[in-house]
Every structure is written in C-alpha cells, then in structure tokens.
C-alpha cells in the first residue's frame, strides 16, 4: 500500500466508491447465480412431473431466500456508508475495520450461494427416491442448518465491526447520530448472536429462512 505522505491521510471519500461497488458486486453474484439454481429444479420438473408442488415450493424458497438476502446486505450496506459518512475516517484502525467489514460483505453471498447450491443438489440427488412423498417438504428446507449459522455469524460480525468502528468516534465527540449507529449496529449484532443460538438449539424444526424474515420485519418496522 502506498504510505500515507504520498497519498494523504485516509478519508471518506476514499472509501464511499469502493462500499457501493462491493456490495453492489456482492448482491448481484447472488442474483447472477439464482437462474441456474431455479433452472436445475425445472429441468428436473420434467424428469419428475408428478412433484409440481414439492418443485413450486423449493423454487420459491430460493426466490424468497435471495430477497432476503438482498435486503440484509442492503441494511449492512447502510450501516457501514452512514457509519462511514458520520465517522468519517477520524481515528486509527478505521481503514482496517473498513477492509474487514468489505471482506465478510464478499465472503457473505459466496456462502448463500453454496447453502443454496448444496441444497438443490441434494433435492435433485432425493427426488428420484420420491423423497417429496416420503419426507416432508419442512424438512427438506432446514437440511444442513450448519449453512444457515455461518450465515448469522457473518451478518453478527458484520454489525459488530461497524460498532467498534463508530465506538472508537464516539468516546471523543458523543455525536447523537453516531451514537444511534453505535446502539443500532450493536442490537443488531446481538440479534443475531441469538439467531445462531436458536439455530444450534431449534435449527432441526425451524427453518432459518422464518428467522430471517422476523429479522427483516423487525427492521422495517423500527424504520417506520
């Protein structure tokens, strides 16, 4: 990296082009990836056409999985450019956290789409054992609740990082507006600290799309 007497100390604007960018990239390569997942059931569709329903709903599952997705990355998104906007770049170990943050934001749909990868593969390697009549579709969607956790701990790490990020501007200034996005990045990352215990405890009976979805309804409740 080039040092700082050449290129100045870091600052906002240095990094509010390469946020948006990443997370952009990041939303995207789930969606680029959806077509073939939903593909893969249609053409077994045909292989197996008296699984319609069991089909539909896997399909659906995938859909509904990627929008959630998309908002969770958008509230992450959110966090981290207000972060960046209302901290600036102010303290030490900011361009680090920054890095982190960006680095689990990558790691996070590389992860979604293998859960979902591994779960498609999985229904089309059972379906030919009329696993739709002899499993029932509950549980087909809560296989592999491992998938599901890791998801949890890098949203709880993501939200944790913010926290320490606006922590460290806040001891000197006690802005209010940063003091929100401490208070609200922390509550969020506890959240989901309790969605990987439920996950270990109850991620066999529920399905960790349900747990998800309150997490979503609970954010746009407390927008509102």
């Known amino acids: 990296m080039l040092p700082i007497r050449k290129i100045g100390s870091p600052n906002s604007d240095f990094w509010a082009g390469l946020i948006d960018g990443v997370y952009a990239i990041a939303m995207t390569l789930v969606a680029l990836e959806l077509p073939g997942l ?20 896997l399909i659906g599952f995938e859909i509904f999985t990627y929008a959630l997705i998309f908002l969770v990355l958008y509230e992450i998104w959110s966090f981290h450019k207000a972060s960046l906007v209302t901290s600036g770049m102010k303290i030490k170990g900011q361009n680090l956290i920054n890095s982190l943050i960006l680095v689990i934001s990558c790691v996070i749909p ?36 491992s998938g599901e956790i890791a998801f949890f701990t890098l949203c709880s790490l993501s ?11 806040f001891s000197i200034n006690h802005d209010k507006n940063v003091g929100y ?6 509550r969020r990352s506890v959240i989901f600290i309790c969605f990987i215990v439920f996950s270990v405890v109850l991620g066999r009976f529920i399905p960790a799309i349900l747990i998800t979805s309150l997490y979503v309804g609970y954010v746009f409740y407390e927008r509102n």
């Open 38 to 57: 939903i593909g893969k059931l249609i053409e077994e569709f045909y292989k197996h056409s008296n699984d319609l329903l069991f089909i539909s709903i």
């Open 110 to 145: 590389g992860q979604i789409i293998f859960n979902l990868d591994q779960k498609t593969d999985l229904v089309i390697s059972k379906l030919g054992e009329n696993i739709s009549n002899n499993k029932p579709i509950i549980q087909i969607l809560i296989d592999s609740p």
């Open 159 to 169: 939200f944790l990082l913010i926290y320490l990020y606006n922590k460290s501007v």
């Open 181 to 186: 996005l401490l208070k609200s990045s922390l």
